[in-house]
């Protein structure tokens, strides 16, 4: 519940804080006092209802709302303001309702003078009070002035001692009366303490709030017979007596400056304070007036006149908040919005007070035109101040930054009108006093003649600066009150304490509206200004006095001589404690003094510069904090700064941006990176400032200057490939009937025609940059069917960056490439893998750049990548993301392998415009015949872009800011044709939808997006599981993101394809994957929440122009739309960029490590230079020369580069051989991998995950720390934690049985842990978004899970490595390893297990007696028939659950395993058969007699036993319903020695269809004996499928004749094993 002023409350719905507004919280509105409306502040009430109704018009939400108020004359216009329904809710009490009845005195007083006229009135007013005080009652007597209090109490007292009744006066003792006496002798008051023992007393607003609460205690408890106060007594406290008197009706307005009679509506407030309910029977009113006023108030006391609206005065400001706030976009929904006010409701039933003819109000009875010329008079007055933008011919209002902050802020229309005549880029802080000064929120403080002495003291004594206007003019009052407040002065006259209270709340605000002002003006050194001056008005400090005076704990003698001494806060950092003591002549202070030094916050500022372009420069800035948190002093929170880049030649500021320092990262020391781009001019300037300032403290600033004195701009860029005016090619120049039937259209679009020859005819490299949209797949077509002309034996591969575009090529490849010309079309990422034979039966290989990357490494032996005769990249601008390392070395290693095996491979490069194509082309050997990079204006549909800024810190809200906007341009630009909105996150996805849906619901057809039957709609909306989706379909309105299932998003796509939803919001990864365009693309926001950083981050700008892309459909539109809606800081950015092409720089660097050791491990660098010799290939090279400052190299000399290059390659190869991967030779040159380098580069995996597994693997790990150890790979670094996803790890942590380090909640590897637990638990989820996570996570995890086992096994380690093996079975089954395998059993829960323990309990002759508590039990007892499983379970489970369950049951892999083992005995090689179950053999028939020290060979005959199998062919598919992705079944083979724990061999065996032999190679023992070995059959897909064997060895003395171990070797190879 919230209690608030109507001011108040308008600041808060002002601004459009989004989704967690306070306003959309909001159930129920009270308004008390609403009779208020008729007076000044009537207006702010009039907003507030009008903004309320609706928005509950618009969000369909109900908020309910209670008007409060004395009795009304016209009660019926105001319950129709307040939307209330006569019928129901109007209750209307009038005077005869008053709980306690009330006699009224009106009393008019004749007089000739005005002496005459006050002194009668004084008599009049004592002889009414001493009557009442005499029969025992309290009475008030309410004046009109503060001093008058005073006047009339000392007037009162000094009648009563005259005429010697002060006896009936005097306060009667009471039980606390002593207590309350001390009070009031100790009050600063010196009227108060001086009348109280007489029984009188004052109130007014004026007093300090203590003395306040005091007088209105002792008048509740009857201490004080008589009080005298002003009106606001009766409006603020509620405290009744049993008599009131009104002394006069005369008022002093501020504003007119002049006398006005007192309002009705005071008189009835005052007279409601007469007569106490608990006490009196009836209470008593007198009004004392001039005898003219008397009849004035009997009329208005007995007929009431009806209360009028007030809001045309303020009406600039209000329209104003509405279009800031964006409710109020255009003339139109301007006069809708006046209906919803009272001034509406009272225009309509008194059309002449408003200046409405009669004649006017018949012809036009609602009002419209009227209303209308309102709003269009506003409209041009608010356009001339420049707060809005008015565009009279469409009538479109748009919201300036002027505007923004005139109503966050709160401040009028005419203030800024002041501001914009006075203020601009060169103003001192005396100016500015002077400027806000004149602000229109001062207006109603005046001088009063008493004050004018005490002002001019004070202007002597506290002003610091020129007060112009001097004390007889207000500003100049207003001036000398706010500095005399800023130097802490003292004030006497209680008058200048309220206004100095007054000035000082209002100037705060005002000079924070005005650095606002100033920032978005760009003025470095008034931007400066103003925030120190905004500090200094909240600290009540100058700025030039020591910052430490912000501590009140140290003492005021102390902060003197610091600034005496002249000791700055980096002199004091610098000295000990004990010499500052010295210094201060007090030895203690100086440990206090340290302290609060420390804990000024202060920063430590480093840039980097990277040059993008000639003119546009990239600043990488690492924030550092340098102080002690302390939450006395800074809070729990942070501490928020403002920083800007300033150049000081040109006083202006090219970046600003808000920042906070959390409190954890100060205590950690962490560092924060800002990342924003600054415009640099030609010829360069000398210098610019990067200026952080606190938000909060005085004299916390830090300074950061970007040096330009060794920055090389990069190259100009090389001009673009014109578009030649050619005729359009027709198909038939392919020259093949079956190629030319896969197209739809007659003729090639201009630049497949430019370009045909050259791919389709040549076997050059080929270079494309073209537009998004403009038919770049057709090219990649042209040169895969030249390959299949020309080379038809070899391979074609196609490279796309993401899995969706493989997905798309492939479902539309497998149709057109595969069915109708026949050629085999294969698919390659990480969610599939095919067997090796269709990869090489494959023509055409479809893949992501990783998993080519992974399966290239080793393309000495594989000799399908030796077929490969063209590699065609898409999008390789990709480049220059954070996985473009992948594309260079693709390229890279493609060229080292053609040059090795001499057959040349040609590379097709795709990309958008590039601004460097000419780099791009040298490096993949393209010369001027194959590069084409046209400019991005080329597109066959020509697009029309629209940037918009919008301002505001906080992602949330400026997200929310943008709904409005993004509505009217699907209005302006594409009522009736498709429209997608890309957003950065799947939540914005769902914000969007139903912010848009609010929209739709105050239009006339809201579901006018919607182009299909409702009925058919409906149905299709059974089929959806998504619970936002079916909402959002009603509408016309699609969502579309990753989180979605699988059928949710086809259905979504082809609902859109087929125009029959027209919005479609998508994430941003929609914009690659799926290539539907559309009329209209809006893009909601250009920054995503980067979960490693914890921050919002930009899109890269290839995204936004792939996002743009989708905008205009070549069949249908001549034009499409975008519409940009970007941070406003960033507008001048994207308006650059997004004409002008963006340069690709490489970021091979930050991964070169990972890139180096794959190429070591595979054998093509073996030394220094060879390292040295390799990044030469790249595109990091060719980048390297041509922006060195990108790449912070210096110079570009040839001996620079060198040198540049060798310790790049020194550094990584010294990482690498930390993190164990890699051997430097003795020489210091020569180079060879280690097992945990071929590792990591055969797994995929980054080295520092491989030296984690090194530091932390043990010879026995459990599975617990082994599911630590797996998270904590590098590779889950990137895993998001979003906002608020802390809490839900910390609440997930609960469900789940391994604990976690709770103070980890925000990190990637905790989330990884909890994801993984949760998995194993089968617990629920928080949010869908956890639901993909969860899927990311395991994608991933057994690839790092069989790089954990490899370690374990070069090691050695028995223990670990079961584990491990246990650990992947718990990942694809989705089930601790303690619980029972049954329960892998789809259906089958816990509650279901007792089923099988009591099963067969004697009744049935089985091949399995027993209770069942595995998997084998039950194979066993179910005998591969159904109908046995089946009466298990039927009567807990559903029979389409038990197929299920069968289904899953009767693919469960049986093994049947036999042994021989091979070797040498007595100089023959034999073969003998190992006994199996040694149970019932005589013990030594069980020992296999073997020589020691010498290599043998088991083999291993694993054979699958049929039982209750569909015959056919099995699929070698795992059944893992709780996997995200399809697993191959298959095996490990473990022989270890359990006595010493150790592991003797490992070797993974693939899907056993049939059988299947395999074969372990070991050493025997160097000591002869008896040893007992034991093979196990691990699964690496089911848990409970694992058989183990003990193998008994007699181990002989090595006997002389035994041939050495090669030869036994030699004989087993012709074997053929």
Not at 314 to 323: C, F, K, M, V, Y
Not at 1281 to 1309: I, T, Y
Request: some cysteine; glycine content about 4%; proline content about 5%.
């Amino acid at each position: 519940m919230l209690v608030t002023t109507p001011e108040k409350w308008d600041v808060v719905t002002r601004k459009s804080v989004g989704d967690v507004a306070l306003s959309q919280i909001v159930k129920l509105l009270i308004l008390d006092e609403v009779h208020l409306l008729h007076e000044d502040r009537g207006p702010v009430l009039e907003s507030l209802v009008a903004r309320t109704l609706r928005q509950v018009e618009s969000t369909q939400s109900m908020i309910r709302i209670l008007g409060l108020s004395a009795t009304l004359p016209n009660y019926l216009d105001v319950a129709t303001f307040l939307r209330v329904n006569p019928y129901i809710g109007l209750f209307y009490f009038d005077g005869r309702f008053r709980p306690v009845p009330l006699g009224q005195t009106f009393i008019g007083i004749k007089a000739t003078n005005k002496v005459q006229q006050l002194n009668n009135m004084d008599e009049v007013c004592y002889q009414n009070v001493l009557k009442q005080v005499t029969a025992g009652h309290q009475v008030m007597v309410f004046v009109h002035a503060r001093n008058a209090t005073v006047r009339t109490a000392m007037a009162l007292l000094e009648k009563a001692k005259n005429n010697g009744h002060i006896c009936y006066f005097l306060p009667s003792q009471g039980a606390d009366f002593g207590h309350l006496e001390k009070q009031v002798h100790k009050s600063r008051n010196k009227q108060l303490r001086e009348m109280f023992p007489d029984g009188f007393s004052i109130h007014h607003a004026g007093m300090l709030r203590q003395d306040r609460s005091l007088v209105e205690n002792l008048f509740s408890r009857g201490y004080i017979k008589v009080l005298v106060c002003t009106a606001t007594l009766a409006w603020g406290v509620n405290l009744p007596a049993h008599a009131v008197i009104i002394k006069g009706t005369q008022i002093y307005a501020a504003k007119r400056g002049s006398f006005v009679d007192l309002g009705i509506l005071d008189v009835m407030q005052i007279f409601g304070r007469a007569g106490r309910p608990q006490f009196d029977k009836f209470g008593e009113g007198v009004i004392i007036t001039t005898h003219d006023k008397l009849s004035h108030y009997l009329t208005l006391l007995t007929q009431q006149n009806p209360i009028e609206s007030q809001f045309l005065e303020s009406l600039a400001d209000n329209l104003n908040a509405e279009i800031a706030l964006g409710t109020v976009t255009n003339v139109e929904e301007a006069v809708k919005w006046i209906s919803y006010t009272y001034l509406y409701v009272r225009m309509r039933a008194n059309p002449l007070v408003y200046g409405i003819s009669h004649k006017a109000y018949q012809m036009d009875p609602s009002l419209e035109k009227h209303r209308e010329q309102l709003v269009i008079e506003v409209g041009r007055k608010l356009d001339k101040a420049r707060m809005i933008r008015f565009e009279e011919r469409t009538g479109f209002f748009s919201s300036t930054d002027l505007g923004r902050i005139a109503s966050h802020y709160y401040i009028k229309y005419s203030t800024i009108e002041t501001f914009n005549e006075l203020f601009d880029a060169h103003k001192t802080e005396g100016d500015i006093l002077a400027i806000v000064s004149k602000a229109e929120e001062f207006e109603q403080v005046k001088v009063r003649e008493e004050e004018i002495e005490e002002l001019e003291a004070l202007l002597s004594d506290f002003c610091e600066l020129p007060a112009p206007g001097g004390v007889e003019n207000s500003y100049g009052k207003i001036n000398i009150l706010l500095q005399t407040y800023i130097s802490r002065g003292e004030m006497d006259s209680f008058s200048l304490i309220s206004d100095s209270a007054y000035v000082a709340q209002n100037a705060a605000r005002i000079v924070r509206a005005l650095f606002e002002v100033a920032l978005r003006k760009r003025w470095p050194a008034m931007t400066y200004r103003l925030l120190n001056l905004s500090k200094a008005i909240d600290k009540r400090l100058w700025g030039w006095v020591s910052p430490l005076r912000q501590f009140s704990s140290l003492p005021p003698h102390i902060l003197v001589k610091l600034e005496q001494k002249n000791l700055t806060i980096d002199k004091l950092k610098d000295m000990r404690k004990d010499e500052i003591g010295h210094m201060l002549h007090h030895v203690n202070i100086g440990l206090k003094v340290k302290q609060c030094v420390h804990q000024i916050p202060s920063i430590i500022m480093e840039a980097t510069i990277q040059p993008i372009t000639r003119t546009v420069l990239r600043v990488r800035l690492s924030i550092t904090s340098d102080f002690k948190w302390s939450d006395q002093v800074h809070g729990t929170g942070g501490e928020p700064w403002w920083i800007w880049v300033e150049d000081p030649t040109n006083d202006h500021i090219y970046h600003s941006e808000y920042f906070i320092i959390q409190k954890k990262q100060v205590i950690a020391r962490e560092t924060q990176l800002l990342v924003f781009t600054i415009p640099i001019f030609e010829p360069l300037p000398s210098q610019y400032y990067i200026r952080a300032v606190s938000d909060r403290w005085l004299g916390a600033e830090a300074v950061c200057i970007i040096n330009f004195q060794h920055l090389i701009l990069p190259e100009r860029h090389p001009p673009h490939t014109e578009l030649l005016d050619l005729q359009p090619l027709p198909i038939t120049a392919l020259g093949h009937p079956e190629y030319e039937a896969l197209y739809k259209f007659t003729h090639f679009n201009p630049i497949q025609t430019q370009i045909f020859h050259t791919v389709y005819h040549t076997d050059c490299n080929v270079l494309l940059g073209a537009p998004t949209g403009s038919g770049k797949t057709v090219a990649a077509e042209l040169a895969i069917f030249r390959v299949f002309n020309n080379y038809p034996t070899s391979k074609a591969v196609y490279i796309a960056p993401l899995k969706a575009l493989v997905r798309e090529r492939i479902e539309d490849w497998k149709i057109r490439i595969e069915e109708k010309l026949g050629k085999k079309v294969v698919e390659l990422t990480g969610d599939v893998t095919p067997d090796m034979r269709s990869i090489a039966q494959a023509d055409l290989i479809v893949t992501t750049p990783e998993k080519w990357d992974g399966v290239s490494r080793s393309w000495q032996n594989r000799s399908y990548v030796q077929k490969v005769s063209i590699l065609i990249i898409d999008e390789i601008h990709l480049l220059g993301d954070e996985r473009g390392p992948v594309l260079e070395v693709i390229v890279s290693r493609t060229n080292f392998i053609s040059s090795h095996t001499e057959k040349p491979v040609r590379v097709v490069g795709l990309s958008t415009a590039l601004a460097n194509a000419r780099d791009l082309a040298d490096w993949l050997n393209i010369n001027q015949m194959g590069l084409f990079n046209f400019r991005p204006s080329v597109r066959p549909v020509p697009l029309e872009v629209h940037i918009q800024g919008f301002p505001g810190q906080h992602y949330c809200p400026r997200m929310a800011s943008m709904n409005k906007p993004a509505f009217q341009a699907i209005r302006s630009h594409s009522p009736a044709k498709p429209v997608l909105i890309f957003v950065s996150s799947r939540r914005q996805t769902r914000l969007t939808a139903l912010e848009l849906i609010a929209f739709l619901a105050t239009e006339d057809d809201p579901k006018q997006w919607l182009n299909m039957d409702e009925r058919e709609m409906n149905v299709i909306i059974r089929t959806i599981r998504e619970s936002n989706l079916k909402l959002t379909l009603a509408f016309g309105i699609g969502i579309h993101h990753a989180g979605l299932h699988e059928r949710d998003r086809k259905t979504v796509e082809e609902l859109f394809v087929n125009c029959k939803i027209q919005v479609l919001i998508a994430t941003s990864t929609l914009a690659w994957g799926v290539n539907f365009p559309a009329h209209l693309v809006i893009v909601k926001g250009t920054e995503f929440y980067d979960g490693k950083t914890r921050r919002y981050v930009d899109y890269p700008i290839t995204d936004v122009l792939q996002m743009m892309g989708r905008a205009g459909r070549p069949q249908f539109d001549d034009q499409g739309k975008a519409v940009i809606l970007v941070h406003d800081i960033k507008k001048d950015f994207y308006k650059k960029f997004l004409y002008e092409p963006f340069p690709v720089e490489s970021s091979l660097l930050d991964v070169l490590s990972d890139h180096l050791n794959a190429e070591i491990a595979a054998g093509t660098i073996t030394s220094k230079q060879d390292a040295m010799d390799y990044i030469t290939w790249t595109y990091f090279f060719r980048r390297l020369i041509m922006n060195p400052s990108y790449y912070n190299l210096d110079d570009v000399s040839h001996d620079n580069v060198n040198k540049f290059l060798s310790n790049l390659v020194e550094k990584s190869l010294i990482d690498l051989e930390y993190s164990y991967c890699i051997k430097i030779g003795e020489d210091d040159r020569s180079i060879e991998p280690l097992t945990h380098g071929r590792v990591a580069s055969y797994y995929y995996l980054k080295h520092p995950t491989v030296r984690m597994f090194k530091d932390r693997l043990k010879p026995e790990c459990s599975v617990e720390e082994l599911l630590s150890i797996l998270t904590d790979a590098e590779e889950y670094a990137d895993l998001p934690v979003r906002h608020n996803e802390d809490q839900m790890n910390s609440e997930l942590a609960k469900l789940v049985p391994v604990e976690v380090n709770p103070h980890s909640f925000d990190s990637s590897h905790t989330k990884t842990h909890l994801l993984m637990q949760a998995h194993f638990e089968r617990a629920v989820l928080p949010c869908p978004d956890y639901v993909t996570d969860t899927k990311t996570v395991l994608d991933q995890s057994i690839r790092i899970c069989q790089a954990m086992l490899d370690v374990a096994a070069y090691q050695g380690w028995l223990v670990t490595a079961l584990n491990i093996t246990s650990l992947i079975q718990m990942l694809i089954q989705g089930r601790w390893i303690h619980d029972s395998s049954l329960l892998t059993i789809p259906n089958i829960e816990y509650h279901h297990l007792h089923l099988f323990r009591k099963w067969n309990e004697g009744k049935r002759k089985g091949s399995y007696q027993g209770p069942i508590e595995c998997l084998p039990e039950l194979i066993a007892a179910c005998d591969g028939k159904e109908k046995i499983f089946a009466s298990m379970v039927e009567c807990d489970l559903h029979s389409t659950h038990v197929t299920q369950a069968w289904n899953f049951l009767s693919h469960l892999p049986v093994i049947e395993v036999n042994m021989i083992i091979k070797g040498c005995w007595n100089d023959t090689v034999q073969e003998l058969p190992v006994p199996m179950l040694s149970t019932s053999m005589r013990d030594d028939k069980k020992w296999m007699q073997l020589y020691a020290d010498q290599e043998y060979v088991f083999q291993i005959t694993l054979q699958r036993m049929h039982f209750g199998y569909p015959k056919g062919k099995q699929d070698s598919k795992a059944i893992a319903p709780r996997f995200p992705k399809s697993k191959d079944e298959g095996w490990f083979l473990i022989l270890g020695e359990v006595d010493r724990k150790e592991l003797v061999a490992l070797k993974r065996v693939g899907f056993v269809r049939k059988q299947n032999v395999a074969t372990l190679a070991f050493y025997t023992p160097e000591t002869p004996g008896k040893y007992i070995y034991t093979l196990y059959l691990m699964s690496d897909s089911y848990l409970g499928m694992d058989q183990q064997y003990d193998i008994y060895l007699n181990i002989l003395p090595r006997s002389t004749s035994a041939q050495v171990n090669t030869e036994v070797s030699d004989a087993l190879n012709d074997m053929g094993l």
